[in-house]
Nanobody, 115 residues
Framework: QVQLVESGGGLVQAGGSLRLSCVAS????????MGWYRQAPGKQRELVAS???????NYADSVKGRFTISRDNALNTVYLQMNSLKPEDTAVYYC?????????WGRGTQVTVSS
């Protein structure tokens, strides 16, 4: 089993920044992908960004140029630096770890961007 714990969410004004962190623990294999997803009220959960263990990244078009995903493999931690935040970025942000045939999710952290 794998446990994921997110932190770093909060309330910020439009144009501000936040940094999310997600620490993974448990049975973590050497090959995995970690990512951040978000779900706004009344909307489906969507991919924000993902990163492989080797560092290859993928971003949603809506966050390209504003968000940066990174990871520290030694700490089993993935980060999401969010800059130039917009009210439409308001959502619960979830961390996901994918390895072999399994997917694991964190409980989420709320990000609220006020206009």
């Amino acid at each position: 089993q794998v446990q994921l714990v997110e932190s770093g969410g909060g309330l910020v004004q439009a144009g501000g920044s936040l940094r999310l962190s997600c620490v993974a623990s448990g049975s973590i294999f050497s090959t995995n992908t970690m990512g951040w997803y978000r779900q706004a009220p009344g909307k489906q959960r969507e991919l924000v960004a993902s990163i492989t263990r080797s560092g290859s990244t993928n971003y949603a078009d809506s966050v390209k140029g504003r968000f940066t995903i990174s990871r520290d493999n030694a700490l089993n931690t993935v980060y999401l630096q969010m800059n130039s935040l917009k009210p439409e970025d308001t959502a619960v942000y979830y961390c996901k770890l994918s390895q072999i045939w399994n997917e694991y999710w964190g409980r989420g952290t709320q990000v609220t961007v006020s206009s």
